[in-house]
């Protein structure tokens, strides 16, 4: 298997496979989940493409901020970091993260949850709080109460 580095700085290795996937999007209906994979596929472009800028030209990723529209100026309630298994985050990705949060005056979380979305482990990360191991029903409850709900 080729290393996501190696992949990446070569862009004849990763655009033929980006290309088919968005090719194979073509043929299927419209549907809300082509667009999040035509989303997150458009994040892989450019993820890669910085990538060839080489040392010292470093980024990451917002997966969610959680906001209230309101009626005027919408509100921000938190930053959401997802994860489809329990690791922690990259040293500086978390450095990056709590910065934001901190200068946003809002709560960093991780989410992990399983394909399914049917259990959720959420940890608040620029504080000590327990991990909750949340079913489905019951992260709906907890993200009604993160927004005062």
Not at 43 to 68: A, M, N, Q, R
Not at 91 to 99: A, E, F, G, I, Y
Not at 103 to 115: F, N
Request: glycine fraction near 4%; charge should be neutral; charged fraction near 30%.
């Amino acid at each position: 298997m080729t290393n996501i580095r190696e992949l990446s700085t070569d862009e004849t290795k990763w655009r033929p496979i980006l290309d088919s996937l968005l090719e194979t999007l073509k043929t299927r209906p419209a549907s809300r989940e082509k667009k999040m994979i035509r989303l997150h596929l458009k994040e892989l472009y450019y993820h890669f493409w910085h990538y060839k800028l080489g040392p010292g030209y470093s980024c990451t990723d917002v997966d969610f901020i959680e906001y209230d529209p309101g009626y005027g100026e919408p509100k921000i309630i938190a930053i959401i970091e997802t994860k489809t298994q329990q690791t922690a985050p990259h040293p500086m990705q978390r450095t990056v993260l709590l910065k934001i949060a901190k200068a946003l005056a809002v709560p960093l979380y991780q989410v992990v949850t399983d394909p399914d979305c049917k259990m959720f482990l959420v940890e608040r990360i620029d504080q000590a709080e327990e991990v909750l191991t949340l079913t489905e029903s019951e992260f709906k409850d907890w993200h009604k109460k993160l927004r005062g709900l």
